[in-house]
Protein backbone atom coordinates (compact mmCIF):
# COMPACT_ATOMS: atom_id res chain seq x y z
CA UNK A 1 0.00 0.00 0.00
CA UNK A 2 2.66 2.45 0.67
CA UNK A 3 4.22 1.62 -2.80
CA UNK A 4 1.10 2.48 -4.41
CA UNK A 5 0.52 5.57 -2.13
CA UNK A 6 4.12 6.70 -3.43
CA UNK A 7 2.87 6.01 -6.91
CA UNK A 8 0.02 8.40 -6.25
CA UNK A 9 1.87 10.80 -5.17
CA UNK A 10 4.18 10.71 -8.01
CA UNK A 11 1.22 11.11 -10.44
CA UNK A 12 0.56 14.17 -8.57
CA UNK A 13 3.65 15.42 -9.33
CA UNK A 14 3.27 14.90 -13.07
CA UNK A 15 -0.28 16.36 -13.28
CA UNK A 16 1.66 19.33 -11.54
CA UNK A 17 4.58 19.49 -13.74
CA UNK A 18 2.10 18.85 -16.67
CA UNK A 19 3.40 16.39 -17.87
CA UNK A 20 2.66 14.53 -21.02
CA UNK A 21 -0.56 12.95 -20.95
CA UNK A 22 0.08 9.90 -22.09
CA UNK A 23 3.05 9.20 -19.37
CA UNK A 24 0.45 10.34 -16.54
CA UNK A 25 -1.89 7.72 -17.98
CA UNK A 26 0.38 4.80 -17.54
CA UNK A 27 1.38 5.42 -14.47
CA UNK A 28 -2.53 5.45 -13.33
CA UNK A 29 -3.12 2.25 -15.52
CA UNK A 30 0.02 1.16 -13.21
CA UNK A 31 -2.07 2.15 -10.09
CA UNK A 32 -4.86 0.71 -11.32
CA UNK A 33 -3.32 -2.76 -11.79
CA UNK A 34 -1.54 -2.82 -8.17
CA UNK A 35 -5.10 -1.69 -6.63
CA UNK A 36 -6.41 -4.55 -8.29
CA UNK A 37 -4.20 -7.34 -7.36
CA UNK A 38 -4.45 -5.84 -3.22
CA UNK A 39 -8.32 -6.60 -3.93
CA UNK A 40 -7.72 -9.90 -5.15
CA UNK A 41 -5.58 -10.78 -2.15
CA UNK A 42 -8.49 -8.97 0.49
CA UNK A 43 -11.29 -11.02 -1.11
CA UNK A 44 -9.09 -14.18 -1.63
CA UNK A 45 -8.43 -14.03 2.48
CA UNK A 46 -11.71 -13.01 2.87
CA UNK A 47 -13.20 -15.95 1.37
CA UNK A 48 -10.80 -18.25 2.98
CA UNK A 49 -11.69 -17.00 6.15
CA UNK A 50 -14.89 -14.98 7.01
CA UNK A 51 -16.88 -16.59 3.88
CA UNK A 52 -15.84 -19.93 5.03
CA UNK A 53 -16.61 -19.64 8.22
CA UNK A 54 -20.19 -17.97 7.84
CA UNK A 55 -20.97 -20.46 5.20
CA UNK A 56 -20.08 -23.43 7.91
CA UNK A 57 -22.06 -21.73 10.69
CA UNK A 58 -25.88 -23.13 11.86
CA UNK A 59 -27.03 -19.27 11.60
CA UNK A 60 -28.37 -19.22 8.16
CA UNK A 61 -29.07 -15.25 8.67
CA UNK A 62 -24.94 -15.05 9.27
CA UNK A 63 -24.86 -16.95 5.71
CA UNK A 64 -27.13 -14.62 3.75
CA UNK A 65 -25.04 -11.57 5.39
CA UNK A 66 -21.89 -12.25 4.07
CA UNK A 67 -23.20 -13.51 0.80
CA UNK A 68 -24.90 -10.12 0.38
CA UNK A 69 -22.09 -8.24 1.53
CA UNK A 70 -20.20 -9.98 -1.41
CA UNK A 71 -22.85 -9.61 -4.08
CA UNK A 72 -23.20 -5.79 -3.01
CA UNK A 73 -19.36 -5.32 -3.50
CA UNK A 74 -19.41 -6.51 -7.17
CA UNK A 75 -22.36 -5.11 -7.92
CA UNK A 76 -21.45 -2.00 -6.97
CA UNK A 77 -17.97 -2.08 -8.39
CA UNK A 78 -19.42 -3.44 -11.86
CA UNK A 79 -21.13 0.08 -11.60
CA UNK A 80 -18.22 1.95 -11.72
Not at 5 to 32: F, K, L, P, W
Not at 44 to 51: A, G, M, Q, R, Y
Amino acid sequence: MKSIEGHVRGIQRMVTDDNYCIDVISQVQAVQKALDRVNSLLLDNHLNSCVITAVRSDDSQERERVLGELLHVFETGSKL
